[in-house]
């Protein structure tokens, strides 16, 4: 793969979050996630709670993915197809954290055990029951290199055009374009973002070559040391080629934000909403809140 497995493993435990790429056609869709990594299997191991399904539904209609991890040398681009396994949410999230309690000590793994650890608490329970479920997104990697640039600590302009005002791009520090080359999800780090007339520059690394029209998604995201508060935006458009530079056009977006008490309650409504709508359309049934005898247990 041109990269060790070493190299790829590190990366992964080095990811507190990591830019996982979808397609649907030629059509791009990029979010943040944690990796984990199975060495028993050798496969980086995404997880998406079932009020999120998107991304795990959409790799699983085309398992063709990537990530962009954040390795020692910088950041690693990882292509790899994708086998979701939703059967058993609750199997899945034991899995998950076999997987997380096996990596060696980081910041990664104290941030993710400690959120883990609070899933166990009577709060966690009452509120956060429904995150604590998980669908896998197993991902054979079939290639991997190096990035030439790194976008961690990119200072965002303003960009009204992609619905991102001053106050919101001050936010953010990773950036990251993303489309679709033979066949495959390609995303790069955008080092420093440049706004001219309404587009962003999209700054291209070698062998990525983006067509006038092509649709393209650019993601903007920051999250703290242990993702307690966090925010994001995907917008989506296509590109332009002028004088032989790439430039984004905007389209559409969609913003999500966890930072103030505010978002958090949300946060929490909208994902056991959206928690029993996923139960309900597979003929399941899901309980967002516990029952007054669980509740007296306490």
Not at 14 to 21: N, R, Y
Not at 25 to 40: A, E, I, K, N, W
Not at 170 to 195: E, F
Not at 202 to 215: F, I, R
Request: aromatic letters at 8%.
């Amino acid at each position: 793969m041109g990269v060790t497995d070493a190299a790829v493993s590190d990366a992964v435990y080095g990811s507190l979050t990591a830019e996982f790429a979808t397609a649907k056609g030629d059509r791009p869709m990029t979010v943040p996630l944690t990796p984990f990594y199975d060495p028993t299997r050798e496969v980086v191991v995404a997880t998406a709670a079932p009020a999120f399904a998107g991304k795990a539904e959409r790799a699983a209609a085309n398992p063709r993915v990537s990530l962009l991890l954040h390795g020692d040398d910088g950041r690693l681009h990882l292509t790899g197809r994708a086998a979701v396994r939703d059967g058993d949410p609750e199997a899945n999230a034991a899995v998950v954290e076999r997987l997380l309690r096996d990596e060696p000590p980081s910041p990664k793994r104290a941030a993710m055990t400690a959120a883990a650890d609070f899933l166990d608490t009577r709060l966690g329970l009452l509120t956060l029951d429904w995150y604590g479920l998980r669908i896998l997104i197993e991902i054979e990697p079939t290639g991997v290199e190096r990035c030439p640039v790194d976008d961690v600590g990119a200072t965002v302009p303003a960009w009204p055009a992609g619905d991102v005002d001053a106050g919101e791009a001050a936010t953010y520090d990773r950036a990251v374009a993303t489309l679709v080359q033979d066949g495959w999800p390609r995303s790069w780090p955008l080092a420093i973002p440049t706004v001219r007339d309404g587009r962003l520059r999209l700054s291209p690394p070698p062998g990525v070559s983006p067509a006038d029209g092509q649709p393209a998604c650019v993601l903007l995201h920051w999250h703290d040391d242990d993702l307690s508060s966090l925010e994001q935006r995907v917008v989506r458009g296509r590109c332009r080629i002028e004088g032989g530079d790439a430039w984004f056009d905007p389209a559409s977006s969609v913003h999500l934000r966890n930072r103030s008490v505010r978002d958090r309650l949300r946060f929490v409504v909208d994902g056991k909403r959206r928690t029993r709508t996923y139960f309900a359309e597979r003929g399941e049934r899901y309980s967002p809140w516990p029952g007054l005898r669980t509740l007296v247990e306490w």
